[in-house]
């Protein structure tokens, strides 16, 4: 017969193999739309442990170097405000040795024995010079601290080749007369929060010293408990006086956003840290 | 007849369907796998700051007396349970360098896995 001779499929072949095809592109199509919504839940978990994993860098690299106690008054303890999602402290930018005091208010800091990230910089920064047993501290050795009026980079050390660094403080300051060799640091009034922007709460830095606006280091956070700090003294446990603590405790809280297209369950993300001061751990 | 017509059989087309099947079912097993991965990261980074917390602790025991070291915190311990990891150290009982070493025991999906902390402390 015609029909028969002709070649090609039949209808049932074609509603079959047209079914198949159905079942193994839905098949396909859940497969994809559910890796996709893995993929999206996933990068958000990694988003957020890589964020409070930064946190917890940063934050323990910031604390770490401070010195509870410098001497004998609060005002020489590095940490300042000690909040439970808020620290205030001064925070080390660099340090070097002086080489010249050309007059009562200036000395100068040899450029080789100078460490630090940056310049000092007047108005930013506060000059800390070391004072061995200093009677106005009323304890042993200690660092005491002046504002910075200005700073020029213009006459060399004596015997030097290059530039040091000349420091301007306020007449009157304490810190009068330093002699050459004596170890100065240069630190900045540093502040680290928890505090919200556009909805969202981010961990803060800003500079309390210049006076500058808040900025985001690391989030979104959790709201309300995203960032808090715990202080201890020297046998472990939580302290308020700012002279005993000798390590902070550091909790960092994120959470995905979850809900929407993905309706995946939000995932909370907790980080513990804790770090020794350094320069406050001797008795 | 019907058996020397050119084309694939039910049966050749079903086997075809299953293969894919199989093949489906294993690119569904490496999402299983990433988010498996994912999640040993998270615990991985807990028990590192688990193991580096203990070991600030002891760094602040040990500073805290006066000659150094003389604290009784200062000394091998554990295990102890913080939270779902299990937490043990050990300290060399003399010298002048101690050396300290964290152990961290961390449960995953598959089987306990730890995380070792060393460091060396002047006493």
């Given at each position: 017969m015609l029909t028969r001779s002709r070649r090609g499929f039949t209808l049932i072949e074609v509603m079959v193999s047209l079914a198949l095809t159905l079942v193994v592109a839905g098949a396909l199509y859940s497969v994809l739309l559910s890796t996709q919504r893995i993929t999206r839940a996933q990068a958000q978990r990694v988003d957020l442990q890589s964020n409070v994993r930064a946190g917890a860098v940063l934050v323990l690299g910031e604390l770490r170097?401070?010195?509870?106690?410098?001497?004998?008054?609060?005002?020489?303890?590095?940490?300042l405000v000690a909040g439970s999602n808020a620290v205030v402290y001064r925070a080390m930018r660099g340090m070097g040795f002086i080489?010249?005091?050309?007059?009562?208010?200036t000395f100068r800091i040899a450029r080789s024995s100078f460490s630090g990230a940056r310049d000092p910089q007047a108005g930013r920064d506060e000059v800390l010079i070391f004072s061995e047993d200093s009677a106005a501290a009323g304890a042993a050795d200690s660092w005491l601290g002046t504002n910075i009026v200005s700073v020029a980079t213009v006459s060399p050390c004596p015997g030097a080749l290059g530039p040091g660094i000349t420091l301007t403080v306020p007449a009157?300051?304490?810190?009068?007369g330093p002699e050459i060799g004596t170890p100065v640091r240069i630190a900045e009034v540093m502040e680290l929060r928890l505090y919200e922007s556009e909805g969202r709460s981010w961990l803060g830095a800003r500079s309390v010293s210049s006076g500058e606006a808040i900025q985001p280091l690391?989030?979104?956070?959790?709201?309300?408990?995203?960032f808090g700090l715990e202080y201890l003294d020297a046998s472990g446990t939580p302290s308020i006086d700012r002279t005993s603590i000798r390590s902070i405790r550091i909790t960092l809280r994120g959470t995905t956003e979850g809900g929407g297209a993905g309706n995946s369950v939000p995932v909370e993300e907790e980080l513990v840290t804790q770090v020794a001061l350094r320069n406050a751990v001797q008795p | 007849m019907k058996a020397s017509r050119l084309g694939f059989t039910l049966t050749e087309v079903l086997v075809g369907v299953l293969v894919l099947a199989v093949g489906i079912a294993a690119l569904m097993g490496t999402s299983a796998t990433v988010t498996r991965m994912i999640g040993l990261g998270r615990v991985e980074t807990r028990a590192a700051h688990a193991a580096s917390r203990r070991m600030e602790s002891l760094r602040l025991a040990a500073y805290a007396t006066s000659p150094r070291c003389?604290?009784?915190?200062?000394a091998s311990g554990g295990p102890a349970l913080s939270g779902s990891m299990t937490e043990s150290w050990l300290v060399?009982?003399?010298?002048r360098l101690r050396k300290v070493r964290v152990t961290i025991t961390y449960l995953t999906a598959r089987g306990s896995r730890q995380a070792m902390l060393e460091t060396v402390l002047t006493c």
């Amino acid at each position: 017969m015609l029909t028969r001779s002709r070649r090609g499929f039949t209808l049932i072949e074609v509603m079959v193999s047209l079914a198949l095809t159905l079942v193994v592109a839905g098949a396909l199509y859940s497969v994809l739309l559910s890796t996709q919504r893995i993929t999206r839940a996933q990068a958000q978990r990694v988003d957020l442990q890589s964020n409070v994993r930064a946190g917890a860098v940063l934050v323990l690299g910031e604390l770490r170097e401070l010195s509870a106690v410098t001497g004998g008054t609060g005002g020489q303890n590095d940490i300042l405000v000690a909040g439970s999602n808020a620290v205030v402290y001064r925070a080390m930018r660099g340090m070097g040795f002086i080489c010249a005091a050309p007059s009562a208010t200036t000395f100068r800091i040899a450029r080789s024995s100078f460490s630090g990230a940056r310049d000092p910089q007047a108005g930013r920064d506060e000059v800390l010079i070391f004072s061995e047993d200093s009677a106005a501290a009323g304890a042993a050795d200690s660092w005491l601290g002046t504002n910075i009026v200005s700073v020029a980079t213009v006459s060399p050390c004596p015997g030097a080749l290059g530039p040091g660094i000349t420091l301007t403080v306020p007449a009157g300051a304490s810190v009068a007369g330093p002699e050459i060799g004596t170890p100065v640091r240069i630190a900045e009034v540093m502040e680290l929060r928890l505090y919200e922007s556009e909805g969202r709460s981010w961990l803060g830095a800003r500079s309390v010293s210049s006076g500058e606006a808040i900025q985001p280091l690391v989030g979104p956070l959790t709201k309300g408990n995203g960032f808090g700090l715990e202080y201890l003294d020297a046998s472990g446990t939580p302290s308020i006086d700012r002279t005993s603590i000798r390590s902070i405790r550091i909790t960092l809280r994120g959470t995905t956003e979850g809900g929407g297209a993905g309706n995946s369950v939000p995932v909370e993300e907790e980080l513990v840290t804790q770090v020794a001061l350094r320069n406050a751990v001797q008795p | 007849m019907k058996a020397s017509r050119l084309g694939f059989t039910l049966t050749e087309v079903l086997v075809g369907v299953l293969v894919l099947a199989v093949g489906i079912a294993a690119l569904m097993g490496t999402s299983a796998t990433v988010t498996r991965m994912i999640g040993l990261g998270r615990v991985e980074t807990r028990a590192a700051h688990a193991a580096s917390r203990r070991m600030e602790s002891l760094r602040l025991a040990a500073y805290a007396t006066s000659p150094r070291c003389t604290d009784p915190g200062f000394a091998s311990g554990g295990p102890a349970l913080s939270g779902s990891m299990t937490e043990s150290w050990l300290v060399a009982p003399t010298g002048r360098l101690r050396k300290v070493r964290v152990t961290i025991t961390y449960l995953t999906a598959r089987g306990s896995r730890q995380a070792m902390l060393e460091t060396v402390l002047t006493c």
